[in-house]
Structure formats: C-alpha cells, structure tokens
C-alpha cells in the first residue's frame, strides 16, 4: 500500500442496484490483516492482561503514521490522525477474550492457558471475535491512513481493554481518555454475529440491552446438618429467592416489555461444603437485562424485595445485603448517523447484505464512550452507530441444522461458545470494507 496507483479511493458503485462493490485496494491489505487476526486468535488474553495484544495494536497504528497512546485504563490504546478540518471520528474495537477452552479444532485455536486464582490453569480463547474487531479496525485504519486525499478531519481509534467485563471503557475515560485525544463527534463499531459471513445489519433504535448484576448476601446461624432448626439456614432462604425471581418477569412485567432475571450462581461459604454442615452463608449472583434504565432500577428492587421476603418468612431470619456492580446502559442506535452509515453500507454492498437486527439481550460497555456516558466525560453530544457483523461461513451456514434462518440461529455457536469460529477471509473483508465506508460517511460529510 505504498505505490500511488495502490492507493485507496474512495469506493464507487458499478451503477447495478444491488451490485457487489469491492473496496479499492483491500486485496493488498487482506494477507497482512489475515496474519494479524490469526495471530491474536491463537495469542487470546482476558479482560485487564492484554498486554501484548495492546502492544501488536499499538504498534500497527503506529507504522501508519498514527499517533499512538499506550496504557490508557491499564492496556487501553488511543490513537490518532489528524487530516485538516473536519469531524472527529473514532473505530473502537475490543482487545480482551475469556475463560473458555476452544474446541474449534482449526490449526490456529487456542491453546493458552493462564493460571487461574487456585493455582489451577485457566483456558482463554477469543470466543465474542474480538480478534476480528482489531484486525477490521487495524486494516480500514491502515486503508484510510493510505487513502487520506479522499477524506478530511481527524481519525481515531480506540483499543479498549476489559469489555467482558464491562470495566474497560470506564476505566479508560476516568484515565482522561477525551481529555488526552480530540473528542470524537462519532463513535463507530461493530460486533461479530452468528449470521452469514458478508452480511451486516442494523437496528432502529435499540441494538443491545443494558444489564445490572447483584450479589446477594445471606447470613445467620450455621450448624450441624442433622440439627436444622438450631441454625437459621441462609441457603433454604437463598434457593427459595431463585425459585420466586421468575415471577418478576412472569407476574411484575407488562408481557410486551423485555426483561430477564437470571439467577447465574449460587455457592455457599464458611463450612458450607461438606455434607454434615450447614452454611452460616449463601451467596446469590443475579443477572437483569433490561432496554431502559428504568426497568433495570425496577428489577433490582424486585430482586431485593424477594430475597428480603424470603428471608424474612423463615423462623429465625438470615440477614440480607445486596450489592450492585458493573452496570451498563443500553446501547442505542443514534437515528441519524446510524441512518448514514447504513447507506454507505448498501452502496458498498448492495441492499442485499444489509439486513435489520432484532434488538438482544447482549450487553456492552460501548455506550460510555458516546453521549449515554457524559456523567463520565462531560460530553453528551458525542453520537454512535454499532452494527452487527455477520461471521458464519458458507460452509458453515449450510451445514447448521433447520431449514430457515431462525432454525439455524438457534443451532449455530454463538458468542462465548468454545466453537464460535468466525469465516476468516469473509468476515475480515466486510468488517474493514463497513468500517472504512461508515467513517468515510461521516468524514467526508462537510455538513456535521
Ligand atoms: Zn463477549
Ligand atoms: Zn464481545
């Protein structure tokens, strides 16, 4: 990508509606970025240890002319190219995997292994296509470096650590990530899918949900097993609330509304684990995933009042705490920019690779690097579009059990599955191909 007549331009339809349009120039990118998706997939670290992941990013974007911040949030990256006057426009992708044992069997899987908190090796492998965020990101900002006569303003692109986790970009804003590049008009991403290979889409309004965790604590007198009514049994209180969570959905939700409450773990502490002894603590973890903010706070309040309920009812009452943690919002779509960079996607690849998304239960962290995050940074101006990538191969697709599309979602590995296997060469081709058109929307747009 060094030659002039290598260089990108910006892409242009063959007039056909509906036709294919190829990015110019992403042949010659795609060997480089296909060795760097390969070599994130098979070198995977979790959320807070990206350590050399961060450092292969950082390093890319800097060979392109970049300006590029390490360490930001603990191995957040911020990089930027300032192009003359013009919007501010930033890529994010997410640089963390998770604790999962691959079992894709392709020759790059994962075989790394950390050890865990015991001592006991913890498998990690890229199972939410991370890996394929960066390398699509690297390869539409190395295009966009390379292409820079067809656009103006500034370029940025954001590394961001622990999203599985939901800290990473929490932890980078309160590390004065906006303080220390230009503050972006746009926040761009986008999210791997089991859907065919190729294909994008979009939602209106809302594309994923806002969750809230709790940890419930139960508490009180703990004894012999074979003496219960000397002791006040925190575990007969903590099953007894994930027995009654469902009727927060079932009997507390208008049935249009869409709510989960999962009650994800329950384990007990203090002599709780040989069969003669009754815990003198339980510990609950409930998961809510909610499309408003308010519904959230309504949940929680839901989880509480049950769980005190049903301690309460027990003759000698276990004490109740409830603690709330990582939180986030509910990602939406911005109407406008969303709507923009949906027509470059369908003229880049026709409307037949364009679909609509159902809004999901998934969650995200995304929503504080834009506006929803303003308590954080101070700027509520600041807009985003996020897009889902579709990663499930030809071969792939027609292999999956059911005849429809919605029989073949159900049977394909999703995300944090040890088989998510995203198809290589497709999925790099339009995720760079639908960030490099959707950033040229915005930074080619004299009117924002
Ligand atoms: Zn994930
Ligand atoms: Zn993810």
Redesign the pocket.
């Known amino acids: 990508m060094t030659s002039d007549d290598e260089r990108p331009r910006t892409p242009e339809g063959s007039g056909r509606p509906g036709a294919r349009r190829v990015l110019p120039g992403l042949a010659t990118l795609l060997p480089a970025t296909t060795e760097l998706y390969l070599d994130l997939h098979s070198h995977p670290e979790l959320s807070g240890a990206e350590r050399r992941t961060a450092a292969r990013f950082a390093d890319w974007l800097a060979e392109d002319g970049f300006h590029v911040l390490r360490g930001i949030g603990g191995h957040g990256v911020a990089a930027t190219l300032s192009n003359g006057e013009g919007p501010a426009v930033l890529l994010r992708a ?1 640089l963390d995997a998770l604790p999962v044992a691959e079992r894709t069997g392709v020759p790059y899987a994962s075989t790394v292994t950390v050890p865990g908190p015991d001592g006991r090796p913890v498998p990690v492998m890229h199972a ?3 890996d394929a ?1 960066l390398a699509c990101v690297a390869a539409a900002a190395r295009w966009l470096a390379a292409g820079r006569d067809s656009w103006r303003g500034t370029l940025l692109v954001v590394g961001q650590p622990a ?2 986790t939901l800290s990473g970009a929490v932890a980078m804003l309160e590390d004065g990530l906006y303080d220390r590049i230009t503050p972006p008009d746009v926040v761009l991403a986008q ?2 899918a089991s859907f065919p290979a190729g294909m994008v889409a979009h939602a209106d309004g809302r594309v994923l949900a806002g969750s809230l965790t709790l940890e419930v604590g139960f508490e009180g007198e703990g004894g012999h097993a074979a003496t219960p009514h000397l002791t006040a049994d925190p575990l007969l209180a903590a099953a007894g609330t994930v027995t009654r969570l469902s009727t927060i959905v079932a009997r507390e939700t208008d049935p249009a509304e869409r709510l989960v409450v999962s009650a994800s773990s329950l384990r007990t502490a203090d002599a709780g684990h040989t069969g003669n002894m009754i815990a003198s603590r339980a510990v609950l973890h409930v998961t809510v995933r909610a499309f408003s903010e308010a519904a959230l706070d309504r949940a929680a309040l839901a989880v509480e009042r049950i769980a005190r309920a049903e301690a309460g009812s027990a003759a000698m009452p276990p004490r109740v705490t409830v603690a709330r943690s990582s939180r986030s919002g509910v990602t939406l779509a911005d109407p406008d920019v969303t709507a923009a960079v949906r027509s470059a996607h369908v003229a880049a690849f026709g409307p037949s690779r364009v679909t609509g998304w159902p809004a999901t239960s ?1 969650t ?1 962290d995304f929503p504080l690097l834009t506006g929803a995050g303003a308590h954080l940074h101070g700027r509520p101006g600041i807009r985003g579009a996020y897009w889902m990538l579709g990663a499930v191969g030809p071969a792939q697709w027609a292999a999956a059990p059911g005849t429809g599309a919605a029989e073949k979602f159900r049977s394909l590995p999703g ?1 944090h599955s040890p088989r998510y296997l995203p198809s290589v060469r497709l999925t790099l081709e339009t995720g760079t191909t639908a960030l490099v058109t959707a950033a040229l929307a915005r930074l080619t747009d004299r009117a924002d």
């Open positions: 997410e939410c296509g991370h965020h999203e599985e999210h791997t998934a995200e995300n």
